[in-house]
Structures are given as C-alpha cells and as structure tokens.
C-alpha cells in the first residue's frame, strides 16, 4: 500500500498525545511537503484513509497535498463559514463542535488519522453547521477544495473512501448525540477517553477540565467529579491537565455502549 513520503524532522513532530498551542494551519518546513506516495523506510506518519489508497491515486493527488500543522484550540473552519481545503488528519485530532447562541457547545464529532475533515465539500455544500477544532496538536494533510472536486468525480477508490468515511462520521455523530442524551457525565467520559486514546495511541493525553467540558457539554465542575470517580477506581489518573489510562479494559467495562458502537464503525474496513 502506498504510505506518505516526508522528511521526518522532529521539529515539525508534536511528542504522541501532546497538545501545544502552535498558530492554526502552520506550513512545515518545504522539504516535508508530499511529491509521491510511496514506501518509506523510516515509516513515516500517514492518514490511513489516503495510506489505503492504491499507487495510482496516491501518486496523481500527492502534488496537491502539504502538511500543516494545528496547535490545541486551533479552529480549522467555523460554523457556516465557506471551505477552501479539506484536512486529512496525521497525528493530530480534530473535534466537530456545535456552538449554541450562548456560547455553549458539546462535540458531535471527532475525526484522527482514519479520516478527512471537510466533508461537505464532497457532499454538495460548501460550508458545515458545526465548528472544527484542533483536540490535540499535530499535523494533517491540506487538499484545495478544487483538487479534492475533481478527484472525486473520477469515482473509483477515492471516492468509495470518502464516501465510506462519512457513513462512519454520521454514525459517530448519531450515537453521540444519542449517548449526550441518554448517558451520565462519567460513561461519556469514559467513551470520549477511549476514542481519544485509540487515535493517540498513547495513554497519555494533555487535557484540561474546560477542553473536556466543552467537548462534553456539561460544566467543568461535572467533568472534575466524573474524572475523580474514575480516578478513585484506578482507570485513570488525573493531575495538572494530564490524563494518564491506566486501566483500559476497566475503562471500556465502564463506558456505555457508545464506545464499542463507534469503534466499530472506524474500525469496518474502507474499500
């Protein structure tokens, strides 16, 4: 399978589930901006939906790409506001929010390196209801909206991929918001670690108490008391903003079933 060739300089490498505030959409250094798709011998970081697709795509769509990185908090796009590029996550993650008049928002979405965000791009729109957010620092692949357009109406690979990510998007958005519902603060935490984690590959994250409230939509003071129980139990422990997973299965054994639903949508294969 075709995997991205860039130069691996670590000072463009955010440390795995590091979240540092970098300015949005920061270029990296020319010499990591994609020429081909091909095998690496370093291994360097790809997106899988782009890593899955055959030689002959990957190579005709690379010249279009460039690596930009995101700090945390960093918006991609705003509610309502017209999309010139889509982002295909490498090592960062990104939140779909939805932001009430008041302020007040919860996630709807979460979307790492098994994904694209943008989709509506490729969907007949050009605009999404919901804000972007860096979660988590890193980088992403950058694709003008032109290129992506003209890509997709080919059909073939590229498009059954896009087309089968957003059929997992929509169901990670429909169980969320049926668990954002239905299920108390601390079974939704547990599902919002767990998704986090298997994007990071890491069991430790750099989270504070208002980054997770707002992805939650609840107030800070329940995400302190739902994170002290699960620390008390011994899944989790919780000091200064850092989040380490110390019992996953005892995680998962705590989690709703949101978790298992959504993970196995990402997981499906995409063809």
Same mark, same amino acid.
């Given at each position: !399978? @075709?995997?991205?060739?860039?130069? $691996?300089?670590?000072?463009? *490498?955010?440390?795995?589930?590091a979240c540092s505030g970098r300015s949005a959409g920061t270029r990296c250094h020319p010499d990591e901006r994609p020429s081909v798709y091909q095998d690496h011998p370093t291994a360097p970081p790809v997106n899988h939906l782009l890593d899955a697709l055959p030689d002959e795509v990957g190579q005709r769509i690379a010249s279009d790409l460039e690596i930009v990185e995101f700090g945390l908090g960093d918006v991609l796009y705003e509610s309502g506001q017209r999309l010139t590029h889509v982002h295909f996550p490498v090592d960062c993650i990104v939140s779909?929010?939805?932001?009430?008049?008041?302020?007040?928002?919860?996630?709807?979405?979460?979307?790492?390196?098994?994904?694209?965000?943008?989709?509506?791009?490729?969907?007949?729109?050009?605009? !999404? @209801?919901?804000?972007?957010?860096? $979660?988590?620092?890193?980088? *992403?692949?950058?694709?003008?909206?032109?290129?992506?357009?003209?890509?997709?109406?080919?059909?073939?690979?590229?498009?059954?991929?896009?087309?089968?990510?957003?059929?997992?998007?929509?169901?990670?958005?429909?169980?969320?918001?049926?668990?954002?519902?239905?299920?108390?603060?601390?079974?939704?935490l547990c599902r919002w670690l767990l998704l986090s984690r298997d994007r990071l590959q890491s069991d430790e994250m750099l989270l504070t108490q208002e980054l997770i409230a707002g992805m939650l939509g609840v107030r800070r003071e329940g995400v302190s008391v739902a994170a002290g129980a699960l620390q008390t139990a011994g899944l989790i422990r919780y000091a200064r903003g850092r989040i380490t997973i110390l019992d996953r299965a005892g995680l998962e054994a705590r989690a709703c079933e949101c978790y298992q639903s959504v993970r196995d949508a990402c997981s499906a294969p995409v063809d």
């Open positions: !399978m @075709p995997t991205f060739h860039g130069s $691996q300089d670590t000072e463009h *490498a955010p440390a795995s589930g779909l929010l939805y932001a009430m008049a008041d302020g007040a928002t919860a996630e709807i979405g979460m979307i790492g390196a098994e994904g694209v965000v943008g989709i509506a791009l490729f969907m007949g729109g050009e605009t !999404m @209801p919901s804000r972007a957010v860096a $979660q988590c620092a890193g980088r *992403a692949l950058r694709m003008p909206a032109r290129a992506l357009q003209e890509e997709f109406r080919r059909g073939g690979p590229f498009q059954a991929a896009l087309l089968r990510f957003t059929q997992t998007l929509l169901t990670q958005m429909s169980q969320t918001a049926a668990c954002n519902r239905l299920h108390p603060t601390d079974q939704r």
